[in-house]
């Protein structure tokens, strides 16, 4: 007998029997053996929470649990995606009879690589497992099924013939195995038997929880760096990623299934219906995937696991969309795509299934290129454009909103002061440059907020933009934002809100016709973080996002205390800020009055500023500090000479007396604004 799952016996006997029984039902019931792999991520998930001391009852959902490990830090994004795998698929299995041997086997690798992960957490950070081993076939194999275990097979025998201290230890180990199953025929009555004692299940988990407790610090410091270097080695296949490509593409809106929406087994594109069809044919081989809303293909896909460098990949993806080979129901622009209408195909997407993290950049992510435009550069997505999305940016012409931007007046029914018309003037500029993260700073008073109003306005009325969302981190800011929102008359008389739709706080859906929605930081973080998948939002729900006094860092709102849900630490909260930034594929526009070391990190440095000194010179804002009468005449000689451009001649003097202050001063004419 040979399993993958031998390294977990030392820790629980449960884990280990669910691990085989969905190996032993894999032939005959592949469905059952989804089920079996459900139920071990769930056991794994709650081990996990108890050996960092934070597991609290065996009610909490496997999606809550998950969502919390990795909200605290515990475990990685990548670990999390194995485990939601588990989850999805399993309670597919249970509630949709969902269940066939290709996706069974990829099942299999997954929970392999969770329970190898776990073994090197917290045990042997430097134990090796071997290559995956194969279960039996089934009597019914498929070709395709048939080809990847013989696969699977070769590459294990390739390993033992190489022979080494590895190789031994597998062999030993399956000798040992053997002898165990030969002892205890009756796994299955033993594992319904388990799964229904939740007495001794919740007794285990709480010893392992009271012994985390009494650890040192330094003892949980070095699990916590175990799981981030076991998480980094972890290594999937092409078929297990696709199972997780599949899942990703689901959730944002397409039909994917690897194993049955393929060109060779017929699927084409259907009106009325987003599909995700593999292997289509093109001059340059075939696309990993090609999306299509409709009848029409919008996005080429590369996704192999094998892409050491996801962005690298995205010109292959490029050649998919050039070289695109239409079947007879496909609908194709007349004209093309790109400055030279080379492109068949608009949009360009790479991926190895692994979500993006900033400090593996070019080898995370979903990397996504717009090939209308040459000047367009590939950039990391965090999750998939949604059919909706991809549909309402190909309508969108950037050149020619930029054009009427600068044609566009700024008559309002307020009057805009020079400065704020300046700050709007440049940051326009910086987004028709192509940069994506721009920050203005003001001083407090100078009316960012009616600044940041005719901005939106302008960039929405252009359709530079779709969506906005308004991020503060105080319920007090964002209502003073609906109230300016509401209340600022445009043109004709109209305010802003009676123009454009505007969801508000606690508003969560926005709809088609909503423009602007303010929300909280830590709304978002609650959402996006630890929210269901259904509640999350697209990521090309908003393609502008304004942050509102970008600077504060760790101030947290009430509608999150309540929940119960805290930061660890500074680091942590600019951590999760950012996170809820990168999650939207959206130009970023942070305002501040006084920017601070992770605004700049963020946002990069302002491309306009207007200080407090320029604002009380321009007599926009009081001095807050009273004359001093026996201060050096240089002083007040660099403040006005900056604005006045003049000089003082010599012999000058400054007269002090309780009553006045004053100085000789002589114009030059000449250069006198």
């Known amino acids: 007998m040979s399993t993958n799952f031998a390294q977990l016996r030392e820790y629980d006997d449960q884990l280990f029997r669910l691990g085989v029984l969905a190996e032993r039902y894999f032939p005959e019931d592949p469905n059952t053996a989804l089920i079996k792999l459900r139920q071990l991520g769930e056991r794994l998930a709650q081990q996990v929470a108890s050996r960092f001391g934070v597991f609290t009852s065996a009610q909490e959902s496997q999606l809550a649990l998950i969502r919390r490990l990795e909200f605290d830090g515990l475990i990685e994004r990548e670990v999390a995606a194995l485990f939601h795998d588990l989850r999805t698929t399993g309670n597919d299995a249970t509630h949709g009879l969902y269940g066939d041997h290709a996706s069974a086997l990829s099942t299999l690798k997954i929970a392999w690589q969770l329970g190898v992960w776990f073994h090197r957490t917290f045990s042997d950070p430097e134990f090796r497992s071997g290559p995956f081993r194969p279960p039996q076939p089934p009597a019914d194999e498929s070709e395709e099924l048939r080809a990847e275990l013989a696969a699977l097979q070769s590459a294990l025998d390739a390993f033992r013939a190489e022979g080494g201290a590895v190789a031994e230890q597998l062999s030993a180990t399956e000798a040992q195995l053997q002898q165990a ?12 038997a388990a799964e229904a004692n939740k007495v001794d299940l919740a007794t285990q988990l ?15 410091a070095g699990l916590l760096q175990a799981a981030k270097k076991a998480a980094g080695s ?4 092409e078929a297990a990623t696709r199972q997780l490509i599949d899942e990703q593409l689901r959730q944002a809106g397409w039909e994917a299934d690897t194993q049955t929406l393929r060109y060779g087994k017929g699927a084409r594109p259907q009106k009325n219906r987003n599909l995700a069809i593999a292997e289509w044919p093109t001059s340059s081989g075939p696309a990993d995937y090609v999306l299509f809303v409709g009848l029409t293909p919008v996005a080429a896909v590369e996704a192999k696991r094998a892409n050491t460098d996801v962005a690298g990949k995205v010109p292959q993806a490029e050649s998919y969309c050039r070289d695109f080979q239409p079947s007879a129901e496909t609908e194709l622009r007349s004209t093309g795509w790109g400055p030279e209408a080379e492109y068949s195909i608009p949009f360009a997407f790479s ?10 950049r070019t080898k995370s992510g979903i990397w996504f290129r717009d090939l209308r435009r040459s000047d367009n550069l590939a950039g990391p997505l965090e999750r998939w454009y949604s059919p909706e999305g991809l549909k309402a940016l190909a309508r969108q012409d950037v050149d020619l909103a930029h054009q009427q931007l600068r044609r566009e007046s700024f008559s309002f029914g307020f009057p805009l002061r020079p400065y704020q018309r300046r700050a709007i003037e440049a940051t326009e500029a910086a987004i028709a440059a192509g940069q994506r993260e721009i920050m203005l700073a003001m001083a407090t008073g100078t009316g960012k907020t009616k600044t940041c109003v005719a901005l939106i306005y302008r960039l929405l009325k252009t359709g530079r933009f779709r969506r906005v969302l308004f991020l503060v981190d105080r319920s007090e800011l964002g209502t003073q934002a609906a109230d300016a929102f509401k209340e600022t008359r445009m043109e004709s008389l109209q305010s802003f809100a009676a123009i454009y739709g505007i969801k508000e706080l606690g508003e969560r859906e926005v709809e088609s016709d909503t423009r602007v929605h303010i ?9 996006l973080l630890l929210g269901s998948e259904e509640d999350k939002p697209t990521v090309d729900t908003y393609d502008l996002i304004v942050v509102d006094e970008c600077h504060r860092g760790y101030l947290l709102d009430r509608e999150l205390s309540e929940l119960e849900l805290r930061f660890r630490d500074f680091n942590d909260y600019v951590s999760k800020y ?10 970023k526009i942070g305002l501040t009055a006084t920017p601070a070391l992770h605004t700049v990190m963020i ?33 007040l000689h660099g403040l006005l000479a900056r604005k006045l451009n003049f000089t003082i001649q010599p012999p000058h003097r400054l007269i002090s007396s ?15 604004r």
Not at 605 to 629: C, I, M, N, T, W
Request: with cysteine; hydrophobic share 40%; net charge neutral.
């Open 234 to 237: 972890i290594e999937l296949d």
């Open 519 to 527: 929300a909280t930081v830590q709304a978002m973080v609650q959402r």
């Open 603 to 635: 946002f990069g440095k302002p491309v306009f500023v207007y200080s407090y000194r320029e604002a009380v010179v321009d007599g926009f804002l009081v001095d807050h500090e009273p004359p001093q009468p026996n201060s050096p005449a240089k002083a």
């Open 181 to 192: 199953l030969d002892e205890q025929q009756q796994w299955e009555q033993l594992a319904e």
């Open 578 to 587: 950012r996170r809820v930034l990168e999650m939207f594929d959206a130009v």
């Open 206 to 220: 709480q010893a392992l929880q009271n012994a985390a407790a009494r650890q040192p610090a330094a003892v949980s």
């Open 658 to 672: 309780q009553r006045r202050m004053s100085c000789v001063l002589k114009w030059r004419p000449s250069t006198a």
């Open 351 to 360: 991926s190895n299934g692994r979500p993006f993290l900033n400090q593996l």
